[in-house]
């Protein structure tokens, strides 16, 4: 999450894990008990997470659809406007518009198109880039699951998320005002 | 920088793989009973190491090649392609051999990253960024041959459709050239930012364990702040899985476009509607030859025999046998067509090829393509590493002259018997051919160096597979 979201007063509670089982179960205890989770930080993609947080299906699938339409007309625009209109040229006889020959190169633009701007969208949704200065939870790249609720303004929140935490076999649970 | 929000302490608790109840169904796919920390210490520690004997031997040996193949080609370049062997009748021939032969070594990394992706297919994760590297190597090596076969390789921009001062006159897009060269561009691309996207969350990792303060800065520039929020892993998933998705029917088209290069042609010989599914299968075989070739020595000499394991091996010889098979029954039916069009250029074809001059180069092709390979339906030898490592190299060799023979014996002679020739290569061609080798083992050299070899995410996914 962006730094320019947080807010002063809202605090964050992180549960530590070591165990995949044990942080899947922790989210979905947490999110039945109505805890806000923030985020939950992994050293792999976690199977079953995504129901666990409950996020909704990611829309870049789409985005990678209509990016690939954009590559198909871009080529075919490209080649019948440069075939048949710009300058038609007589190549061996085969009519200006020789459409079946012009699938190979639109073909290849629909996938290069769609695969870049897949890979763009998601590092800009992602806000991943070069000179990126977020922070890291220590070992969460190495063998650390980290399960972070944002608390509301309810008092008790904190006390329930550090017992589920505990439950499920946190190894530690801190809180604090700006985690990652 | 990595700022530790807080120190953790070590606490004591049973990692869940430790456990080595087995299943009795499936067999685990790393071995060992790894924790997730071992994973990543075995993998990352191969980056703090300073490079032993054997990688410099190999490093400078094919460091070495590389530069003789650079002479060779600053010679050609300066000189013309005079230098080679070419003549009127046969005007391709060892640099398009080349280029379909690196191109071809190609489609295993893709096929590996992504259709066994599509097929969740979880033994891919030990070997699919060593494959992918290669892939990307093996598409630079491709890429310099036709290059340089332009003669003046300078103005190879000319391919590009960008308006020009000569009216703009455009890029004739009815050549399977030019398919070759948008099909190759968006290859490259594609696979380079695939495997990019694969790499970053081990960038992160080694960024967040590596000792030498230099690597620690590039690689934290290169993992683009990535923190392991499952957020981000969740869209990470479904792009890589979009990539694939996208790199498949990729895969299947590039080799195809480069078998019209011939197919489109009228010479007999290349006039074949089969060139398509035979080249891809051609180059998938290939392709998993020179993964066995590359990984078996990687694997010994770095230690990764938990994770590179004798199954990875008898799945990738299995892969093997089924495309060197239809590789096989590809030849067989180009035999009997050619036969049964009762065109007599076609018929003369086929004989001259099996028993005219070039009857070396189109039997050393049968017996390594079509024959050695069937060896890999005895279990004993798809578990004996030194015979995959001999016969993974014969294939190469016989995929090699496949080439030779399609481009060569079908050019040599033709229509007018009055203008038949021989081709030979000089000296130059066989140094530039050499020099690719070399360029192509440097840079997985370095590779080895450089990144993780392993996926180290994708392998902590399935360590708990077929365990508890």
Known sequence: ?180 | MSVAVEHIPEVEVKPEVERPVLSPLREPLIEGHKTYSEATADICQLLDQKPGRGWWLAFSASFSVLVAGLIAIGYTVVTGIGTWGLNKTVGWAFAITNFVFWIGIGHAGTFISAILHLFNQKWRTSINRSAEAMTIFAVICAGLFPIIHLGRPWLFYWILPYPNARGSLWVNFRSPLLWDFFAIATYFTISLVFWYLGLIPDLATARDRIRSRVRRAVYHVLSLGWNGSHRTWSRYEVVYMVLAALATPLVLSVHSIVSFDFAVSIVPGWHTTIFPPYFVAGAIFSGFAMVMTLLIPTRKFMHLESYITLRHFDNMCKVTLLTGSIVALSYLIEIYIGFYSGNRYEVFVIVNRALGPYRWAFWTMIACNALIPQLFWFKRVRSSIPLIFIISILINVGMWFERFVIIVTSLHRDFMPSSWAMYMPTMTEVFILAGSFGLFFTLYLLFLRVFPVISINEVKGVLHYARD
Not at chain 1, 8 to 25: I, Q, T
Not at chain 1, 72 to 85: D, F, K, N, P, R
Not at chain 1, 86 to 94: E, K, R
Not at chain 1, 110 to 115: I, P, R, Y
Request: charged fraction near 20%; aromatic fraction near 12%; glycine fraction near 8%.
């Open chain 1, 1 to 180: 999450m962006p730094a320019t979201d947080r807010q002063p007063n809202v605090r964050y509670m992180a549960g530590f894990f070591k165990r995949e089982r044990d942080v899947l179960a922790a989210v979905r205890e947490a999110r039945r008990a109505g805890l806000q989770i923030h985020d939950v930080y992994t050293p792999f993609a976690v199977h079953g997470m995504d129901r666990a947080m409950g996020l909704r299906r990611s829309r870049l699938t789409w985005i990678a659809f209509v990016a690939g339409v954009m590559g198909l007309a871009a080529g075919l625009a490209l080649q019948i406007w440069t075939s048949v209109y710009d300058w038609p040229l007589n190549v061996g006889g085969a009519p200006f518009n020789s459409f079946p020959l012009f699938i190979p190169v639109t073909f290849e633009l629909t996938v290069l198109f769609s695969g870049l701007i897949a890979i763009g969208m998601l590092l800009i949704r992602n806000r991943l880039w070069l000179f990126s200065k977020r922070r890291v939870f220590d070992r969460v790249t190495d063998d650390l699951f980290v399960c972070v609720i944002k608390q509301s303004d309810a008092a008790s929140d904190a006390e329930e998320a550090a017992k589920v935490f505990t439950r499920h076999g946190a190894i530690r649970v801190t809180e604090g005002d700006q985690f990652v």
